[in-house]
């Protein structure tokens, strides 16, 4: 069984900064895509950002692009998304998600694991 917990959320004033964290555990994801999607009050889950598991490759929404930074600890099977700059519209609450494939993806029906979300609040 797979499970995947964040931790890391807050309040936070607009410009400052958040680390969220994901642990994983439960097989192995040397051959897996994780990502963080995030979803606001009366909007849909949108994706923010995704690696593979060996940190090769990343990919990231244009919204987020030059101000979130995802990274992964193998060692520590723990995947974070650094979130700098934040401003208001940031505020939602963070799911962490797997993939058991190796390519990236945006799409939330290819995620085959969540987490239970973490909230991020941004304040003005």
């Known amino acids: 069984q797979v499970q995947l917990v964040e931790s890391g959320g807050g309040l936070v004033q607009a410009g400052g900064s958040l680390r969220l964290s994901c642990a994983a555990s439960?097989?192995?994801?040397?051959?897996?895509?994780m990502a963080w999607f995030r979803q606001s009050p009366g909007k849909e889950r949108e994706f923010v950002a995704a690696?593979?598991?060996?940190?090769?490759?990343?990919y990231y929404a244009d919204s987020v692009k030059g101000r979130f930074t995802i990274s992964r600890d193998g060692a520590k099977n723990t995947v974070y998304l650094q979130m700098n700059s934040l401003k208001p519209e940031d505020t939602a609450v963070y799911y962490c998600?797997?993939?058991?494939?190796?390519?990236?993806?945006?799409?939330?029906?290819?995620?085959?694991?969540w987490g239970q979300g973490t909230q991020v609040t941004v304040s003005s």
């Open positions: 690696t593979k598991w060996n940190g090769l490759s990343t």
């Open positions: 439960g097989r192995t994801f040397a051959s897996s895509t």
């Open positions: 998600a797997a993939r058991q494939k190796a390519q990236i993806s945006s799409r939330e029906y290819e995620y085959d694991y």
